[in-house]
C-alpha cells in the first residue's frame, strides 16, 4: 500500500498540491486523472522520491519515503518519468539492462539478463533490441523506457502518462501487460490522459484537482457525470459498455 | 529619439576625453597620436557590431558572431598562409595597402565557399553548423600556429608583424584603406537594411516574398567578411564584443529592425571601445589591458544575459 | 575485452614502440637516454591522452551534453587560476599544494558552470558549448590579466596554450599517475556515469544519488585537467574528439566504452607527440599544435562524414 498523509506542496508561491491524504492500494492498478496542472505528475513524482518532499508523510509498503535509502526504495518501487528522454547513445538492451542496476550494483548475474531479455519481449522490443535509441521512432522509445522499468521487477510500478506517445495497438498492449503484471500481485499507479483507458483497465482511480482529491473509488463510481462534468468544465455522457464505463468526450 | 541623442554625446565626450588632455608641448604629434587610434577604435567598434548583426540574421541565431565561427581565425590563417607563400621578399614587395587588399579578396572567396555551403546545406541541423565554424576556428588558428612553426624564421618575423596588431598598436597604415572598406560596407548594409528584416522572416517567407533569398545571404557574407577583415587587421582578434554589443542593441533599439538595430550596434561598440580605451589608458594607466576587459566583461554580460533568458 | 578495444591497444604497442625510438639522442650507450627521457615522455604523454579522454566522457555525462570537454567549460582556467594565486601567495609552497589548489580552484570552475548551465533551457542544447566557451573566455582574461600584471605571463601561457611533452623527464611527470588513477577511478565507476547521462529522474529511480555521482564526477574532471595542466600545460581535444568517435561506433554503454576511450585518447596523443617529433625533425611542434590541426580536421570529418542519426 502507498500511503500518503497531509501532503502540501508549493513551486515558488503556487500552491501546486493541497493537504492530499490517500491511500493507493497494493495489487491494483491505480490511475490518477484530472485536468492539466491538477497535481498529478507530482504527486507520483513526490511518491517517487523525485521531488523532495517539502510538507506531509509518504511510505511506499511501509517504507518512508524521506527516511529510506533512495537505493533501498529503488528496489521496491520503478518510477517512469513524462517525457524520459536520453541524450546518450546507448542501445535498447543497454538501457533495458540499466533497470537492474539497483538490484546487482554492476555486476549482472544470469537472473538479470534473464529479466532484461523478459522485459525486452514484454514490449515487443526484440527485434529492436540492438538498434541504438536515438535510431528509434519517439512511440519505440517510449517502450524502451516501459522496458527498463518493468526489467527493475519492483512491487511497485509508478508510470507518468506511460500512453503518450504509443500507438493504440501498442497502448492496449502496454495496459494487457500492466493488468498481466496486476494479475501476478505487482501494484501499478499510472497518470493517465485519456479516461477511457482508466475506466477500462484500472482497478482504483483517483480524480484531481487544483491540488486536491475530488473523488476516488472504482471506474464505476468516478466516471459519472456528475464527478466527471465538473472536474473538466465541460459537459459529456457516460455509458456502459461491457460492464464497464464508457465515457462519450468527444462527442 | 533621445537616446540616440544621448548616445551620441555619450560618444563624443569620451572622444573628447581620450583626445584633448595633457596635450602638452608637442600637442600636434600628440593629437594626431591620439585620433589615429580613435580613428582605429572607432572603425573597429563599427565593422565588429555591423558584421556580427549581418551575420546573426544570415545564420537565423542571436547567440552567433561571425569570430565565434571562426572568421577572424580563417582571416589570420590567410595572411600567415599569404606570407609562406610569397616568400618574404614576395611579401615585402607589396604595399601593405595591396596586401591587405589581396587578404581580404581572400577571405571573401575563402567566407563564401564555406559558409556560404554550411548555411545552405547545414540549415536544417543547427548544432552541427555551430560545432563545425567553433572548430573550424580552432582549425585555422592552429594551422596559423603550425605555419608559423614550420616555415622558415624571416617569414616568421614579418608574420609575427603582421598579426601582432592589437589596440594599442593599431595598424595605421591601413586606417584609410579601412576607413573606405568600412564605410563603403555599411553604407550598403544600412541601404540593405528593409531586405535584411525580410531575410531575418526565414527562407520560405522571404522567398515567397519575392526576395532573391539565396543570393542576399551570400551578399551579406561577403559584407561580413570584409568587415572581419578590416576589425582583425587592425586591431587583432576579439570575440565578445560583437555578442555583447549585438545583445544590447535590440533591448536599446526596442525593436528587431535592423536600421536601428544597426545604428544602435554601431554607436554602443564605438562607445565601449573609446570609453574603455579612455579608461584605461588615462585613468589606470594600462595600456594593453583593453582587450582583455572587453572579454572579461563582455563575457560575463553575455552569461548575464543568457541567464535572464534575454538571448536566444 | 572487446574488439575496439583490442585493436587499439595493438596499435597501441607499434606506437609506443616508435615514441621510445624517436629523437634527437642515439638510444646506444647505458641507457640513460632512454630510462630518463624517452620512457617517461612516452609514459607521460599515453597516461595523459588516456585521462583527457575520460575526463571529457565523465564531463559530457555531468552536462548531458556532447559538445564540452574540460577545456572548454572552464576547468582548465579556473585550474590556471587557483595554481597563479598559490603561485604568487607563497611561491615556495609544496608541489601538493600547489595541486591542492589548482584542483580546488578547477573544482570551483567546473561546478559554477554546472550551477550556470542548470539555469539555462533544457532544450536549448546549444547553449551550453557556447556558454562553456564564453565561462572559460571570462577565467582565460583573468588569468591572462594577472599573469600580464605579474610577469607571469609566459607560465601562463604554457599552462593554457602550449602543452608540449618536450619537457618530460623522470621525476618531472610522475604526478600524471596520479591523473591516470583518477580516470581509472571513472572506468571503475562508468555504469554510474552511465546512468547520470540518462537523466536526474532515472538516476534517483534506480536508487542512485545524482549529486554524489555528480561530485565524483567533478572531482575526476578537476584532478585530471590539474594535473595535466600544471604538468605539460592544457592539450586540446582530446576529451572532445575521442569520446564522440567512440560513441558514435560504440554508443555510450560506458562500461563498454570508456576502456576503449581511454585506449583511444592514449593512442591519438601519441601518434600527434610522435608527429609533432618528426615533422621538422630535429626540433619539435608542440603536441597542442598538431592535435589542434589533426584533432579538429578529425572532428569536422566525423560531424560530416554521416547523417546525425543511424
Known amino acids: ?91 535498447v538492451r543497454d538501457l533495458v539492462a540499466f533497470g537492474r542496476w539497483p538490484h546487482h550494483q554492476g555486476r549482472p548475474g544470469p537472473e538479470d539478463r534473464a529479466m532484461v531479455a523478459a522485459a525486452i519481449t514484454r514490449m515487443g522490443l526484440d527485434a529492436l533490441a540492438d538498434r541504438f535509441l536515438d535510431a528509434l521512432s519517439g512511440g519505440q522509445r517510449q517502450r524502451a523506457h516501459l522496458a527498463m522499468a518493468f526489467a527493475q521487477g519492483t512491487e511497485w510500478l509508478l508510470l507518468d502518462e506511460p500512453l ?20 501476478a500481485g505487482k501494484s501499478v499507479v499510472l497518470v493517465l490522459h485519456e479516461v477511457n483507458y482508466a475506466a477500462a483497465w484500472a482497478d482504483h482511480v483517483v480524480a484531481m484537482q487544483n491540488g486536491r482529491i475530488v473523488a476516488e473509488g472504482p471506474p464505476a463510481e468516478v466516471f459519472t457525470p456528475a464527478v466527471l462534468e465538473p472536474l473538466y468544465d465541460m459537459p459529456l455522457r457516460v455509458e456502459t459498455y461491457a460492464g464497464r464505463p464508457l465515457v462519450l468526450n468527444h462527442l | 529619439m533621445a537616446r540616440y541623442v544621448l548616445l551620441g554625446l555619450a560618444l563624443l565626450a569620451s572622444a573628447a576625453v581620450y583626445l584633448l588632455p595633457n596635450l602638452g608641448a608637442k600637442w600636434e604629434f600628440v593629437l594626431a597620436l591620439r585620433a589615429t587610434r580613435l580613428a582605429g577604435l572607432v572603425l573597429v567598434g563599427i565593422a565588429i557590431a555591423v ?86 576556428g580552432v582549425l585555422f588558428r592552429s594551422l596559423s600556429g603550425f605555419l608559423a612553426r614550420v616555415m622558415d624564421p624571416n617569414a616568421f618575423v614579418i608574420v609575427q608583424a603582421e598579426v601582432a596588431a592589437s589596440f594599442s598598436r593599431v595598424n595605421a597604415g591601413l586606417l584609410p ?57 587592425l586591431v587583432g582578434p576579439l570575440s565578445f564584443l560583437g555578442l555583447l554589443v549585438a545583445a544590447l542593441a535590440r533591448p536599446f533599439a526596442g525593436t528587431d529592425r535592423h536600421l536601428p538595430v544597426l545604428i544602435s550596434a554601431m554607436m554602443l561598440a564605438a ?5 574603455g580605451q579612455t579608461l584605461f589608458e588615462r585613468a589606470l594607466g594600462q595600456q594593453s589591458t583593453l582587450p582583455a576587459v572587453v572579454e572579461f566583461a563582455g563575457g560575463l554580460v553575455f552569461l548575464f544575459l543568457l541567464l535572464r533568458g534575454r538571448i536566444r | ?60 555525462q555531468l552536462v548531458r551534453n556532447r559538445f564540452v570537454e574540460p577545456g572548454t567549460t ?50 536549448e542544447v546549444l547553449l551550453v558549448p557556447i556558454a562553456g566557451l564564453v565561462w572559460s573566455g571570462v577565467l582565460g582574461a583573468m588569468v591572462l590579466h594577472i599573469g600580464w600584471q605579474t610577469d607571469l605571463l609566459q607560465l601562463v601561457g604554457i599552462w593554457l596554450m602550449t602543452g608540449e611533452f618536450s619537457g618530460v623527464i623522470a621525476g618531472r611527470y610522475e604526478l600524471l599517475w596520479l591523473a591516470g588513477l583518477a580516470a581509472a577511478l571513472a572506468i571503475f565507476a562508468a555504469d554510474r556515469f552511465a546512468i547520470l547521462g540518462l537523466g536526474d529522474g532515472v538516476a534517483r529511480g534506480l536508487g542512485l544519488n545524482p549529486r554524489s555521482v555528480m561530485r565524483l564526477g567533478m572531482v575526476v574532471v578537476a584532478l585530471v585537467t590539474a594535473l595535466v595542466m600544471a604538468t605539460v600545460g592544457m592539450v586540446p581535444f582530446i576529451g572532445l574528439v575521442v569520446p564522440n568517435i567512440v560513441s558514435r561506433v560504440m554508443g555510450d554503454n560506458l562500461r563498454a566504452s570508456l576502456p576503449v576511450t581511454a585506449l583511444g585518447g592514449a593512442a591519438l596523443l601519441l601518434a600527434c607527440d610522435i608527429l609533432g617529433r618528426l615533422v621538422i625533425h630535429p626540433y619539435e611542434i608542440p603536441v597542442s599544435a598538431v592535435l589542434g590541426v589533426c584533432g579538429s580536421a578529425l572532428f569536422l570529418w566525423l560531424l560530416w562524414r554521416a547523417p546525425r542519426h543511424g
Open chain 2, 177 to 233: 584603406v579601412a576607413a573606405l572598406a568600412t564605410l563603403a560596407v555599411v553604407g550598403l548594409a544600412l541601404w540593405l537594411a528593409p531586405r535584411l528584416d525580410v531575410l531575418a522572416l526565414g527562407r520560405p517567407a522571404a522567398v515567397s516574398l519575392g526576395l532573391a533569398h539565396d543570393r542576399l545571404v551570400l551578399i551579406v557574407l561577403a559584407l561580413v567578411a570584409v568587415l572581419v577583415a578590416v576589425a582583425t587587421a
Open chain 1, 164 to 183: 503518450a506517445a504509443l500507438d493504440m495497438a501498442h497502448a492496449r498492449r502496454l495496459m494487457q501487460e500492466l493488468a498481466a503484471l496486476r494479475d
Open chain 3, 1 to 60: 575485452m572487446n574488439r575496439p578495444a583490442l585493436l587499439l591497444a595493438l596499435l597501441l604497442v607499434p606506437l609506443a614502440g616508435a615514441s621510445l625510438g624517436v629523437g634527437v639522442a642515439s638510444l646506444s650507450g647505458d641507457g640513460l637516454v632512454f630510462w630518463v627521457s624517452r620512457l617517461p615522455r612516452t609514459l607521460a604523454v599515453m597516461l595523459t591522452g588516456a585521462a583527457l579522454a575520460v575526463a571529457g566522457v565523465v564531463m559530457q
Open chain 2, 51 to 136: 558584421a556580427t548583426v549581418l551575420f546573426q540574421t544570415v545564420a537565423r541565431n542571436r547567440i552567433l558572431t561571425p569570430q565565434i565561427m571562426g572568421l577572424d581565425a580563417l582571416f589570420i590563417f590567410l595572411q600567415t598562409a599569404l606570407v609562406a607563400g610569397l616568400g618574404p621578399i614576395g611579401f615585402a614587395a607589396l604595399s601593405s595597402q595591396a596586401r591587405f587588399g589581396l587578404e581580404v579578396a581572400l577571405l571573401i572567396g575563402a567566407a563564401l565557399l564555406l559558409f556560404g555551403t554550411l548555411l545552405g546545406r547545414g540549415a536544417q541541423d543547427v548544432p552541427r553548423m555551430i560545432l563545425t565554424g567553433v572548430i573550424l
Open chain 2, 271 to 275: 562607445l565601449m571601445l573609446v570609453a
Open chain 1, 1 to 91: 500500500m502507498i500511503k500518503v498523509t497531509d501532503l502540501s506542496h508549493r513551486i515558488g508561491p503556487a500552491p501546486i498540491l493541497s493537504d492530499v491524504s490517500l491511500s493507493l492500494p497494493a495489487g491494483k492498478i491505480t490511475a490518477l486523472i484530472g485536468p492539466n496542472g491538477a497535481g498529478k505528475s507530482t504527486l507520483l513524482s513526490l511518491i517517487a522520491r523525485l521531488t523532495p518532499l517539502q510538507h506531509g508523510q509518504i511510505t511506499v509498503a511501509g517504507l518512508d519515503v524521506a527516511r529510506t535509502p533512495s537505493a533501498a526504495l529503488a528496489k521496491v518501487m520503478a518510477i517512469l518519468p513524462q517525457n524520459a528522454s536520453v541524450h546518450s547513445r546507448l542501445r
Open chain 3, 74 to 123: 572552464g576547468t582548465g582556467e579556473a585550474a590556471a587560476l587557483g595554481l597563479l594565486t598559490v603561485t604568487l601567495i607563497a611561491p615556495g609552497a609544496a608541489l601538493w599544494v600547489k595541486m591542492l589548489a589548482a584542483t580546488a580552484a578547477g573544482l570551483l570552475g567546473t561546478a559554477a558552470f554546472l550551477a550556470l548551465i542548470r539555469r539555462l533551457p533544457p532544450q
